[in-house]
């Protein structure tokens, strides 16, 4: 029998956030109002987490929503979160810079030909 992924018996990130907050399963269940049964079962992937355990979850644990979900499921790394939480504290000078950082960056951005042209001309330079 095939061992399965980390991705697969872990499908969220529930039990990492629970012990990170050092909660128990039952304590996490009576801050997020989720019977501790069915919270274990969402936490397993054996039942699907949907969007009001989300609400409920994310606001005991003090996080994001996205927070909930693994990266490849489209949740944040903790260096994207911390990329989010420092963009939203920047005073409005520092996001129009950082804005008009993004908005050149779009330009490459899915273009593979415009990146190798820059590289081949990089090359040319130093050679």
Known sequence: ??????????????????????????????????????????????????DHHMEQLSKA??????????????????EERALIDTYRDLPVALRKTFDALRDSHQVFRGSGEVISMIEAESERKRA
């Open 1 to 50: 029998m095939a061992r399965k992924s980390k991705i697969e018996r872990f499908p969220n990130r529930i039990r990492e956030l629970r012990e990170q907050a050092e909660l128990s399963l039952e304590k996490l269940g009576q801050l997020s109002g989720i019977h501790f049964s069915n919270l274990a079962k969402i936490e397993t992937g054996e039942r699907e987490m949907k």
């Open 61 to 78: 644990l003090g996080i994001a929503k996205a927070d909930l979900l693994n990266p490849e499921d489209g949740g944040l790394t903790p």
